[in-house]
């Protein structure tokens, strides 16, 4: 699964990892995504979306039906 919104298309970052004597090696810092499960009533069924915690605020926020709109907007499939 790969670890990117589909709500806010947050992806992961990088950067380094510096150990106590100061070696710099590459690491990742991973989005938390989440597997939700929303009613869409528009369409009487359950939509299954990978979203980060932010995501699922914001789905609080302005609704399902305008999340899977903002979604279907940036190419992505419901």
Known sequence: ???VCQVTGAEPGF???ISHSHV???RRFDVNVQRKRYWLPSESRVVR???SARGIR?????GIEAAVARVRARG???
């Open 1 to 3: 699964m790969s670890r």
């Open 15 to 17: 950067g380094h990892a």
């Open 24 to 26: 710099r090696s590459k």
């Open 49 to 51: 979306l990978t979203v």
């Open 58 to 62: 914001t789905i609080d926020r302005i």
């Open 76 to 78: 992505g499939v419901v």
